[in-house]
Nanobody, 113 residues
């Protein structure tokens, strides 16, 4: 089992920045991939960025050049979000795959225009 706890969401104006963090506990050495996903009201959950155990990153087209994912030590995942847009407003979830997929509780990010 893996437990994930996100933090760092909030309200920010367009063009601003936020940093999300996710702390993993439990069987963290079984984790192959970790990533950030988001779900806006009325929409499906979508991938934002992911990072493999070896450090390979993958970003959704709509965040490339604005967001940076990183994994510190074995259990802290971060997402630096710059140049935020109103359309980035969503609940952001941390996910981990062992390959069983685990989710955090989510953190709200609201970008005002």
């Amino acid at each position: 089992q893996v437990q994930l706890v996100e933090s760092g969401g909030g309200l920010v104006q367009a063009g601003g920045s936020l940093k999300l963090s996710c702390v993993a506990s439990g069987r963290i050495f079984d984790i192959n991939f970790m990533g950030w996903y988001r779900q806006a009201p009325g929409k499906q959950r979508e991938l934002v960025a992911q990072i493999s155990r070896g450090g390979t990153t993958n970003y959704a087209v709509f965040v490339k050049g604005r967001f940076t994912i990183s994994r510190d030590n074995a259990n802290v995942l971060t997402l630096q979000m710059d140049s935020l847009k109103p359309e980035d407003t969503a609940v952001y979830y941390c996910g981990a795959a062992t390959p069983t997929i685990y989710w955090g509780q989510g953190t709200q990010v609201t970008v005002s225009s």
